[in-house]
């Protein structure tokens, strides 16, 4: 299993900028599809972002398209997540996740590894 770490949450005012990043061990981004995923308390986990393991198709949530970028570094084996002109509705923790090829990007139960998650919190 893939082990995946989140960092670069924080507390910024509303339309300001935040890059989220999620590193995982070497290889990850060659076997796995990744994601980014975000949860507010008492809600369930809903899909951000998500990345393909060869191509690097990427697929928004139409709530976040043209906000929020999802992008890779395999040399670095690191993930990440553009966050642009941040809103107070964007205040959530989120989490970056693997999964094997094959299965559907938008759906959490798809990911088989997920980070500890990052806590992002926008000010008005």
């Known amino acids: 299993q893939a082990q995946l770490v989140e960092s670069g949450g924080g507390l910024v005012q509303a339309g300001e900028s935040l890059r989220l990043s999620c590193t995982a061990p070497?290889?990850?981004?060659?076997?796995?599809?990744t994601a980014w995923f975000r949860q507010a308390p008492g809600k369930e986990r809903e899909f951000v972002s998500a990345?393909?393991?060869?191509?690097?198709?990427?697929y928004n949530d139409e709530v976040v398209k043209g906000q929020f970028t999802i992008s890779k570094n395999r040399a670095k084996s690191t993930l990440y997540l553009q966050m642009n002109n941040l809103k107070v509705e964007d205040t959530v923790v989120y989490y970056c996740?693997?999964?094997?090829?094959?299965?559907?990007?938008?759906?959490?139960?798809?990911?088989?590894?997920w980070g500890q998650g990052t806590q992002v919190t926008v000010s008005v």
């Open positions: 996740a693997a999964a094997r090829p094959g299965r559907q990007a938008r759906i959490s139960s798809s990911y088989d590894n």
């Open positions: 070497y290889r990850t981004f060659m076997w796995y599809n």
């Open positions: 990345i393909s393991r060869t191509e690097d198709v990427t």
